[in-house]
Each structure stands twice: as structure tokens, then as C-alpha cells.
């Protein structure tokens, strides 16, 4: 008959990431899952690009996985979870990269309003006028920040209401309506 005593002695720590180096899309959520083994529980630092990264309402670490939320191109870098305890250490380290422009679903494009191909293509895409009507196709061109989709919204529901309101003032007056 064999005995087993008690196990007290540590057990070094181990880390690993199984997300490969990857890039996403720029508005994308971006997880990056972290196992940790050892013996006493390990603590786990994260960092992006040597820096320690703190929680906010974008970025939350935990012991198991980092989340970053609506992600832009300044969180490409590179990405690591070191884990410790009294007796070792481990870390392991991921690349990532933000690729694209982020669009807002509210940032569209009008065809009905103007052709936004000749816009961009036109360099008119800080005009007033075509700049409401064509909000998406100039800011994938980089001719617009994408944030000037909330004037765009706005202006393109204010003109379709009033549209609409003489379509069918039209309509009436033809008493096709």
C-alpha cells in the first residue's frame, strides 16, 4: 500500500495565450484569453507595449482574458499577460492590429441626394451640401473625421421628412394620393 502525503511544494507558473498574432477591425471587440497555472495562485499583470493596463469603460483584465471594446487603430500593439507568484514567473505576448475606419451605422450614404463616387473623387466632401449626403463613402475616403456622422444623421432625416412631406403634397395636388 502506498501513501501519498500531502502536496505543499509550488508548481511554477505557466501562461499560455492560444490567440494568434491577428489583426481586426477597427469598432471590432477584441478578447484575448489568457490560462494561467501554478501553485500558489499566480496574480496576473496585463500590458500593452511595456505598459501596465489599467480597467475603464473600454478596457476590462482579468485573470483569464483581456476585452477591449470598440477597439481603434491606438490599440494596435502589442499585448501581454504575465502571470506570478512567490516562487516564478511566466508570460506570454500577442500582436495585434487595428486595421480600417471605423463607420457609424448612422453615417450613410443618400444616393437618392447626390453621387457620392464624384464627390470623393471631386475632393467636394467638406462641402456642406455633399458632405451630409455622402458622410460614408467620405470618410472610408479619409476625407471626412467619423464623427460627423451625428450633422449627417440629423440633416438627412430632417430632408427625407421634408421629402416626404412634398411627395406626398405632390401626390395630393395630382389626387394620385
Given at each position: 500500500m502506498i501513501l501519498i502525503e500531502h502536496f505543499s511544494g509550488a508548481v511554477p507558473v505557466r501562461v499560455n495565450i492560444s490567440?494568434?498574432?491577428?489583426?481586426?477591425?477597427?469598432?471590432?471587440?477584441?478578447?484575448?484569453?489568457?490560462?494561467?497555472?501554478?501553485?500558489?495562485?499566480p496574480?496576473?499583470?496585463?500590458?500593452?507595449?511595456?505598459?501596465?493596463?489599467?480597467?475603464?469603460?473600454?478596457?476590462?483584465?482579468?485573470?483569464?482574458?483581456?476585452?477591449?471594446?470598440?477597439?481603434?487603430?491606438?490599440?494596435?500593439?502589442?499585448?501581454?499577460?504575465?502571470?506570478y507568484n512567490a516562487y516564478s514567473t511566466d508570460e506570454k505576448t500577442v500582436n495585434i492590429t487595428i486595421e480600417g475606419v471605423y463607420i457609424h451605422p448612422n453615417c450613410t450614404d443618400s444616393r437618392f441626394f447626390a453621387n457620392c463616387s464624384l464627390i470623393?473623387?471631386?475632393?467636394?466632401?467638406?462641402h456642406p451640401y455633399y458632405k451630409k449626403f455622402c458622410c460614408e463613402s467620405c470618410t472610408r475616403a479619409g476625407l471626412l473625421?467619423?464623427?460627423d456622422y451625428q450633422t449627417n444623421y440629423s440633416y438627412i432625416s430632417t430632408s427625407i421628412r421634408r421629402f416626404r412631406r412634398d411627395l406626398v403634397n405632390k401626390l395630393q395636388s395630382l389626387n394620385l394620393f
Open positions: 490567440l494568434p498574432s491577428t489583426t481586426i477591425a477597427v469598432g471590432s471587440d477584441l478578447t484575448i484569453p489568457c490560462s494561467v497555472d501554478g501553485y500558489p495562485i496574480a496576473v499583470t496585463w500590458y500593452k507595449d511595456g505598459q501596465i493596463l489599467q480597467n475603464n469603460e473600454r478596457i476590462q483584465a482579468t485573470e483569464n482574458k483581456l476585452v477591449v471594446v470598440r477597439t481603434n487603430a491606438s490599440d494596435s500593439g502589442s499585448y501581454k499577460c504575465e502571470a470623393v473623387k471631386g475632393s467636394y466632401c467638406n473625421p467619423n464623427n
